[in-house]
């Protein structure tokens, strides 16, 4: 077979308008692309021939027919069986039921993890023989009955505690633990962290939690809305930022030692002492690090729910939690729409009940960093007028020439500028915009980035005919 570009074949099989005929000649393939196994149009044949050669890629596919998935689920390689899991739907308890009593463990530990497991079965695997199994469940079924909790909670691994009872979890809204099981909970250095929000401060020894050589403990001790003032300072004076932040974040912390916080978390930084170890000197230089990123997605609810005294907070993140509130007075809105941190305007945004004028939208995506990456942009949530996207073509920044490409009526010579953009994530997005000549298509088929002729491969505006012409030439 003549060398094809693997993402070509890929970005076809996934076109959901390739004939018939041609993904019989993909699934034919001796290098079939995995797309292709998750296509909804498969036939039976199709789905046969593709689970002989890659059942796994096959039992991910959400488009199963019932009697496929139960016979994927007697398939002796346990992958496949996990993949069934994650593809399940809610309405197939008959495969749930089968798989709490799988003999691999990696399957019930994915059972454990997933949502559609109905809840009675899903109690099960608390008594599970493998820890791996319980751990995960106390992980990801953060609304488990207390009965359920319990179980993990008390569990005789450590394994498992530790993951029901921790300071962070894989489902919202995290799990509190039964008041009568705190003072136990706080006893186990593995779960005391987990436990410190919800202890008692009239039974418990707040100062020996606030001098816990673990930072995690004092950290969530931190966050105890029954904190005496004493615990509180000592808790400001802590060594560890991501602890110094948590008291930050307290409405019952004063303004004055809220701002010398904000500056020991956001201000130059310090080495420690020579007095500190090298290793607990990187520690807390990670942890400074960590605080940094953590105070840019903080939420501060209370600030929310009366946002006008921090409306002129110099702390960005008070400013940003009081733009997210929805009663908010037009005036304070347009002050904070106007925010120089863009943010802070894009919460006044947000939570705004009236439209937002292109000329602020634009701002707004143009100033939009997130601090991870993510495929949502400002621009999403405020479309922007056909003008400004053309406009937008000709814009120096590739982020924002990427937008014209939202325009499907993009005037001719635009389209055909931005398919030869020098920037590969402007190509790829203009590969698969709708309204591409023929000529334009092989170009971009032909293009050397494997991400932009996997893109036009996958357009379903690709003619067929150049569909056809690359598998022939493929010897497909």
């Known amino acids: 077979m003549p060398d094809v570009p693997h993402e070509l074949l890929a970005g076809l099989a996934e076109n959901p308008a390739l004939p018939a005929d041609l993904v019989d000649r993909l699934v034919a393939a001796p290098h079939r692309p995995f797309e292709l196994a998750c296509r909804p149009d498969l036939s039976g044949p199709q789905l046969d021939a593709l689970i002989a050669r890659d059942a796994h890629g096959v039992a991910l596919s959400r488009h199963l027919p ?41 399957v019930r530990e994915q059972l454990a993890q997933c949502d559609h497991t109905p809840a ?26 207390e009965p359920v909790r319990r179980v993990l909670l008390t569990d005789p ?16 809204p995290h799990p509190v633990p039964p008041a009568d099981l705190v003072p136990a909970l706080l006893a186990d250095p593995l779960t005391r962290a987990g436990a410190a929000p919800h202890c008692d401060p009239d039974t418990t020894d707040l100062a020996g939690l606030a001098a816990d050589p673990d930072p995690e403990v004092r950290r969530a001790l931190a966050t105890h809305p029954g904190l005496p003032a004493a615990i509180r300072d000592r808790l400001a004076a802590d060594p560890r930022a991501l602890v110094r932040l948590a008291v930050l ?18 201000g130059p930084w310090e080495p420690p002492g020579e007095d500190v170890d090298e290793e607990t000197a990187i520690e807390i230089e ?27 907070s110099p702390h960005p993140v008070f400013r940003r939690a009081a733009a997210a509130s929805t009663d908010l007075p037009a005036e304070a809105r347009a002050r904070l729409l106007a925010d120089p941190d863009n943010e802070v305007a894009l919460a006044a945004a947000r939570s705004s009940s009236d439209p937002i004028d292109p000329v602020t939208a634009e701002r707004l995506d143009r100033g939009h960093r997130p601090f991870k990456r993510m495929r949502w942009r400002p621009a999403d949530a405020f479309p922007l007028p056909v003008q400004t996207l053309r406009r937008l073509a000709a814009d120096p920044a590739p982020r924002m020439r990427l937008l014209a490409l939202r325009d499907p009526d993009l005037p001719a010579a635009l389209l055909e500028r931005l398919a030869a953009d020098p920037e590969e994530r402007v190509r790829r997005a203009a590969a698969s915009h709708p309204a591409h000549t023929p000529a334009a298509f092989r170009a971009l088929l032909d293009d050397p980035s494997p991400s932009v002729h996997r893109a036009a491969a996958a357009n379903p505006a690709l003619p067929v005919e150049e569909m056809r012409a690359r598998l022939d030439a493929a010897g497909l």
């Open 120 to 145: 009675d079965l899903r109690a099960r695997l608390a008594h599970d023989p493998a820890p791996g199994v319980r751990a995960a469940l106390g992980q990801y079924w953060t609304a488990a009955p």
């Open 157 to 172: 691994e450590d394994g498992v505690r530790a993951a029901a009872c921790a300071t962070y979890f894989r489902r919202l």
């Open 286 to 312: 990670i942890d400074r690090f960590g605080a940094g990123a953590e105070l840019r997605m903080l939420r501060l609810p209370w600030v929310t729910a009366d946002p006008l005294p921090h409306l002129d």
């Open 66 to 106: 019932p009697q496929v998935r139960h016979r994927l689920a007697a398939h002796p390689d346990p992958s496949v069986r996990v993949a069934l899991v994650i593809s399940a739907t809610p309405d197939e308890r008959d495969l749930f039921e089968r798989f709490t009593a799988d003999p691999a463990p990696e």
């Open 249 to 266: 974040a307290r409405p019952d912390t004063p303004a004055a030692a809220r701002a010398a916080l904000h500056d020991s978390v956001t």
